[in-house]
């Protein structure tokens, strides 16, 4: 494959979409962790949030490999992923755990 700077711009736009992705649901699967009373569901939802910060680290490397730099800032133009995350988080306040449980569901079918 050639890589003209118009391939590379847009690979780089993709890859940086799927790292908004993978940011909103590390931190959702972090405060999910931090509002569950269950030891294994809490140590489940922290490995969620380890995996994903490993991919947004191997999609970074990707894009520098392509001569870019990347924003380890997070956000992006994937705006209703974040506002699903809000959605989960208020559900957390209540503590209950079916409905942290139903919110990371939610927030997973968003993402695919």
């Known amino acids: 494959m050639i890589h003209t700077d118009e391939t590379i711009q847009e690979t780089v736009k993709t890859l940086e979409g799927l790292i908004s992705i993978l ?3 590390k931190l959702g699967y972090t405060d999910a962790a931090e509002h569950v009373e269950n030891p294994a569901m809490k140590t489940d939802f922290l490995e969620y949030a380890r995996e ?16 870019k730099s990347t924003d380890t800032s997070g956000g992006g133009p994937l705006g209703v992923l974040h506002r699903t995350w809000i959605d989960i988080k208020s559900a957390f306040t209540g503590g209950d755990t079916e409905s ?3 919110a990371c569901i939610t927030g997973e079918e968003v993402c695919y």
Request: no cysteine; proline share 0%.
């Open 100 to 102: 942290i449980i139903n």
């Open 52 to 67: 994903r910060a490993l991919f947004i680290v191997e999609l970074q490397n990707q894009i520098n490999k392509l001569g």
């Open 23 to 25: 940011e909103d649901g």
